[in-house]
């Protein structure tokens, strides 16, 4: 099956500082990648959909500029959390769809906590 | 909102028997599934099923759709601990690669 590899599973910052999260397709082209966020017990929230060669587009009550989104490559997208704060603590999770497949194949997860 | 409602929220069995989840969305759909996420990781996939179906079946799990009462059910037989997880239906947004999440069962399964 696609794999789908998320880097760092878990990290803690001081606030005010950004943080960085890559999401990789291992064995399949993805032109587009989704990044959700997750609080604990909750659902998925969808943040954004990265697209490859564009900018990404933002899920209403997102902030492009406090999100920012980067799908340089078919294999990469990243996510950094600029000037993240306490109530950006979350998981982060990313998912990326083989071309012309209806199923999405996640990372495993980002466990964000910002002190 | 658009998200799907799922109930229960969460589920207590004992290993051997089956669990049943239920979720309600509220758009029209080309296909529906079913993801598995445990505690503190990803998602899997599980199980998809298109509109113009109303059951399928991959091993233990069976999914049937009534694409009329915008509802699906999952049912999983001879649970086993492992089991143990959170189950998400997804739906698709028209005209677009995203999916929709329902809230989630939490499923518990005592050995």
């Known amino acids: 099956g696609a794999v789908v590899s998320q880097h760092p599973s878990w990290v803690i910052c001081k606030s005010g500082t950004s943080v960085k999260i890559e999401c990789r397709s291992l064995?399949?082209?993805?032109?587009?990648m989704f990044w959700y966020r997750q609080f604990p017990k909750q659902s998925l929230m969808l943040m954004a959909t990265?697209?490859?060669?564009?900018?990404?587009?933002?899920e209403q009550g997102v902030e492009k500029d406090k999100f920012l989104i980067n799908h340089a490559s078919l294999t990469l997208s990243t996510l950094t959390v600029t000037s993240a704060h306490p109530e950006d603590s979350s998981f982060y999770i990313c998912?990326?769809?083989?071309?012309?497949?209806?199923?999405?194949?996640f990372g495993a997860g980002t466990r964000l906590s910002v002190l | 909102s658009q998200q799907g409602e799922e109930d229960p929220q969460a589920l207590s069995i004992q290993e051997g028997e089956n669990a049943t989840m239920n979720c309600s969305y509220k758009?029209?759909?080309?296909?529906l599934q079913w993801y598995r996420q445990n505690s503190g990781r990803g998602l899997v996939h599980l199980i998809l099923?298109?509109?113009?179906?109303r059951e399928k079946h991959s091993g233990r799990l069976r999914v049937t759709l009534d694409t009329s009462k915008k509802s699906s059910s999952l049912l999983i037989t001879a649970s086993r601990a492992a089991d143990t997880a959170s189950y998400f239906c997804?739906?698709?947004?028209?005209?677009?690669?995203?999916?929709?999440f329902g809230t989630g069962t939490r499923l518990q399964v005592f050995p």
């Open positions: 998912s990326a769809s083989p071309a012309a497949k209806n199923i999405q194949y």
């Open positions: 064995d399949f082209q993805a032109t587009t």
């Open positions: 997804a739906t698709d947004v028209y005209n677009t690669d995203k999916l929709i």
């Open positions: 099923i298109r509109s113009n179906e």
């Open positions: 758009t029209s759909i080309n296909n």
């Open positions: 990265s697209n490859e060669g564009s900018k990404a587009t933002y």
